[in-house]
């Protein structure tokens, strides 16, 4: 048995921001200007830039399990528990929300997986092992193995596609011109969650911000976890001294759980807070070999 704590802290990481954003002061003096007008470099929209100005720091707790070969059991497992946070998950196609205060953004990254159960086992069933005779041949030489895994959902946010902070078209979007930047919504009470397919959360926690930045929290949200157990059952057959076959079933998502994938986060979607896909099901696969 091993226990650890692995950590990692991260500074001066590449990451993308609008250098052309104007401050939030500028829009709150000037509330009905166009964005263009208040912008740092006035005749130029937004500046796609990345620089390494973005940190991330990983705390975990991992703790190990080997059983070696015993009475034919070989048996392994693996738990993590861990937090990622960070100012920026990846250093493009997701853009600072205020590219004068990256620490806004700053929370549990999309990767951040708080808990992680592997389990991985070989049974080389001992029964008949010497496969003399016709029982020996049907019940002998007998092989299991598989990987369990227990995973929970990866943290993501509630997002909306209208206002901050308006003044530029019929729905605004004056501060975030920039595509890659993804607004966030007020979150307005405690997040329950009923991680049910035709409602993962409380949607009537999040309303839309106007106005202003959003005031929910960057990884706010757990998505679906995953229950896999992915099977082998092994035959291996004696046909002489020098001579053997082997036959083999495979079962990945041996017992068809459906492991759902993906929540819809847009408050301004008629599906928020709905599953809207799934892992794929039960897959079987069938081989042999011959061994001489």
Do not use: C
Not at 74 to 100: I, M, Q
């Amino acid at each position: 048995v091993e226990i650890a704590y692995v950590g990692n802290l991260a500074r001066h990481l590449l990451g993308e921001f609008d250098m052309n954003q104007p401050t939030v002061a500028a829009r709150t003096a000037n509330p009905t200007a166009d964005v263009n007008a208040i912008r740092p470099y006035l005749g130029y929209g937004f500046m796609h830039t990345r620089a390494p100005l973005f940190t991330n720091n990983y705390n975990s707790l991992q703790v190990s399990l080997s059983h070696r070969s015993s009475k034919g059991l070989t048996l392994g497992l693996a738990y993590t528990w861990s937090k990622d946070l960070t100012t920026n998950s990846n250093d493009r196609s997701t853009s600072a929300t205020n590219s004068n205060n990256f620490k806004l953004d700053y929370g549990p990254s999309s990767s951040n997986t708080p808990q992680i159960l592997e389990v991985n086992y070989i049974y080389d069933v001992p029964f008949r092992k010497n496969q003399e005779g016709l029982t020996g041949h049907v019940l002998g030489g007998w092989e299991i193995s598989g990987v369990t895994s227990f995973v929970s959902g990866a943290s993501f946010t509630a997002t909306q596609n209208t206002d901050p902070f308006a003044a530029v078209g019929p729905n605004g979007l004056g501060m975030v011109q920039n595509g890659d930047i993804a607004m966030r919504p007020d979150q307005t009470g405690s997040i329950h969650k009923t991680k049910k397919a035709t409602q993962w959360f409380s949607t009537s926690s999040f309303t839309p911000a106007v106005g202003h930045f959003g005031s929910e929290r960057v990884g706010t949200l757990l998505g679906p976890g995953l229950q896999n157990w992915d099977l082998a059952t092994i035959k291996n057959i004696k046909l002489g001294q020098y001579l053997k076959f082997q036959l083999r079933g495979e079962y990945f998502n041996a017992f068809n759980h459906t492991n759902f994938s993906t929540v819809d986060s847009s408050v301004n979607d008629s599906n928020f807070g709905q599953v809207t896909a799934a892992h794929v099901p039960r897959r079987i696969q069938i081989g042999s070999k011959l061994n001489f």
